[in-house]
């Protein structure tokens, strides 16, 4: 039996895992779309890192393929992606179901956002432009 652990580990090996303070490095440089996974009762407790768009985990897919009705002009498989949601879990498995559609330079947060707030960076309200 897998366990859902184990497919973490295998999404994470396929994928760049970033700590909060490289991605935080990477967002500054810019010319990356960075996804906030988490639903919106998350975002509205904890905030968000500047410049995400909020895509929930369950709608990534549809919105990264270009083929779907659902498609956001945000999404270019060869463009940098970062991805990251509450601890890591959720961003891992997300990565390499893009990687699976074709996106070639994926990474998440390691930690997420409470690994990027443990890091001291920058949170915003949800909501604030």
Not at 7 to 35: M, T, W
Not at 39 to 56: F, N, Q, Y
Not at 103 to 124: F, K, M, P, Q, S
């Amino acid at each position: 039996m897998t366990h859902v652990a184990d497919l973490v580990a295998a999404a994470r090996a396929r994928i760049d895992n970033l700590s909060p303070e490289a991605a935080s490095d990477e967002l500054r440089k810019g010319d990356v779309l960075l996804v906030d996974l988490r639903e919106p009762t998350e975002r509205a407790a904890t905030g968000e890192i500047p410049g995400a768009i909020a895509i929930p985990r369950g709608m990534l897919e549809f919105h990264a393929d270009a083929a779907s009705p659902y498609h956001r002009e945000e999404f270019d498989p060869a463009k940098r992606v970062v991805l990251y949601c509450a601890s890591g879990g959720r961003s891992a498995l997300s990565g390499a179901a893009l990687r699976d559609l074709g996106y070639e330079d994926v990474a998440h947060i390691d930690g997420g956002i409470r690994g990027w707030i443990a890091a001291g960076l920058e949170v915003d309200p949800v909501g604030a432009a």
